[in-house]
Antibody
């Protein structure tokens, strides 16, 4: 059974940092692109960052470039998101999502999310 | 940047009735579109990719269609578990890249 379990969310002050983790199991982690998708309270979905199978390519939404870093450790079946210089606009539930990239590109498994609150 | 516009924002439907949700792309995206369903307090669930290919376990009352710039998600005979928010998202095949999500359509009980 595919499982994605996020951790690391919490309350942080504006300008602070957090590191999110996603522990993957039940599939060959190193064979999948992975992504972080967030959802601000009462808002829609927004992909934040995604990373190629071997970590060789990483992409970010413009609003987090230079502040967030996505990484992975295939030996530990884990995905990470280092978030620096957080603002109130970054407050959201952050989902870890497995991407299947073949002739299409879609998220076929999602974690339950971890809540990031940015407030003074 | 290709923008995705979903309509309506809210769709009131009576149980047992059908629903038609629209997703429009600002440019031609061929069939590079996925649909997701999200229920309150839950993570999204994949419904379709390639605009019309049903994901594993998705009931046949859900149909995805369209290509180019106009896409439709049709739900026939709505059941209680179908009341949710539905999002479309486009993607690029090569090189593989993600596109934006639409703003979502909430299917509400009438």
């Amino acid at each position: 059974e595919v499982q994605l379990v996020e951790s690391g969310g919490g309350l942080v002050q504006p300008g602070g940092s957090l590191r999110l983790s996603c522990a993957a199991s039940g599939f060959s982690f190193s064979n999948h692109w992975m992504s972080w998708v967030r959802q601000a309270p009462g808002k829609g979905l927004e992909w934040v960052a995604y990373i190629k199978k071997d970590g060789g390519e990483r992409y970010y939404v413009d609003s987090v470039k230079g502040r967030f870093t996505v990484s992975r450790d295939n030996a530990k079946n884990s995905l990470y998101l280092q978030m620096n210089s957080l603002t109130v606009e970054d407050a959201a539930v952050y989902y870890c999502a497995r991407a299947t990239v073949t002739t299409h590109y879609y998220f076929d498994y999602w974690g339950q999310g971890t809540l990031v609150t940015v407030s003074s | 940047e290709i923008l995705m516009t979903q309509s309506p924002a809210i769709l009131p439907v009576s149980p047992g009735e059908g629903a038609t949700l629209s997703c429009r792309a600002s440019e031609n995206i061929n069939s590079n579109l996925a649909w997701y369903q999200q229920k309150p307090g839950q993570a999204p669930r994949l419904l379709f990719y390639g605009a019309s290919t049903r994901a594993t376990g998705i009931p046949g009352r859900f149909t995805g269609s369209g290509s180019g710039t106009e896409f439709t998600l049709t739900i026939s005979g709505l059941q209680s578990e179908d009341f949710a928010i539905y999002y479309c998202q486009h993607y690029y095949i090569w090189p593989p890249r993600l596109g934006l999500f639409g703003g979502g359509t909430k299917v509400d009980i009438k």
